[in-house]
């Protein structure tokens, strides 16, 4: 299945999935939500609206708000961002991201191009998280941040699975992406939203929808931290949604981050649990 991937229509398969999630097709989109639900698995318990029938789209209900109470924060500097499981996390090595056996990628790569944004990582921390279809897909702030920029990178839409990322080099830094790049009070960190098949957009709280369209080249919104529209974002804040699944790499500089000493590749992980503790 990996290598079908190299030759399916991954763009227009994506483009199709897109309008159906978008279509308000009454009882059809209500069928078709219960058939994901019962396929998946979803919990629908813990969804602010827990009835199939009370979204319109497919695209209200893969970006459904959960109950009040439903993921409390944990008492950490560092809170996990999303629902779904560890693809990978540790140090960078230089600039060297690990995405599995025998393939890695650059932190320049994945932020699309910038060599000084991403040597303000060099030897620092990074992590990968893997959101499946029947997860939350809404992500959240792991600590508080000010948002300096905006970066949307084009690429491919390879799936981001666990058996893709083990078989396509680079997976991460190849895909579609939107970069996040924040400041807070120990310095800088980066949030990339990674786009994937069938995932139809990703989307921002203060941008809206980034993509549809899909640019050609890569894209810049810079945001001023000194004027009367900086954005500041608090721990656990919502900042942005996918539709269907995809995944999060989350970059911190030198010295800033002790992981989580229960994390584990692959191991599960819900929104608000402690992801780690500052360093010092």
């Keep these: 299945m990996t290598t079908l991937q190299h030759f399916l229509p991954k763009r227009l398969l994506t483009q199709i999935a897109g309008a159906f999630a978008r279509w308000r097709g009454g009882a059809l989109t209500t069928l078709a939500i219960k058939r994901f639900i019962r396929r998946y698995g979803v919990n629908m318990t813990e969804a602010a609206i827990p009835d199939p029938a009370a979204y319109g789209t497919f695209n209200e209900f893969f970006t459904r708000p959960l109950r009040e109470g439903a993921r409390p924060f944990a008492a950490a500097d560092f809170l996990c961002p999303v629902d779904g499981a560890i693809s990978q996390f540790g140090p960078i090595a230089g600039d060297q991201i690990f995405q599995a056996k025998g393939h890695g990628y650059t932190t320049e790569a994945l932020v699309g191009g910038d060599a000084a944004l991403a040597a303000r990582f060099q030897d620092g921390a990074f992590a990968t998280l893997y959101l499946s279809p029947k997860d939350y897909h809404r992500i959240h702030m792991p600590c508080d941040g000010v948002l300096r920029q905006m970066i949307y990178v084009p690429g491919d839409l390879f799936s981001v699975n666990p058996a893709t990322a083990r078989a396509v080099p680079g997976l991460f830094a ?107």
């Excluded at 992406?177 to 939203?193: A, E, H, I, K, S």
């Design 174 to 280: 190849r895909n579609e992406r939107v970069v996040c790049v924040f400041d807070n009070t120990q310095g800088p960190f980066v949030l990339v939203l990674v786009g994937a098949t069938i995932v139809g957009s990703m989307a921002t709280v203060w941008h809206g929808v980034v993509n549809p369209p899909r640019l050609q080249a890569v894209k810049r919104w810079d945001y001023s931290a000194t004027s009367d529209e900086a954005i500041s974002l608090k721990r656990g804040d919502e900042m942005g949604r996918f539709l269907l699944g995809s995944t999060v790499v989350m970059l911190w500089p030198k010295g800033a981050i002790d992981f989580n000493k229960a994390w584990h590749p692959a191991a599960a992980i819900r929104m608000g649990e402690a992801m780690g503790l500052r360093v010092g």
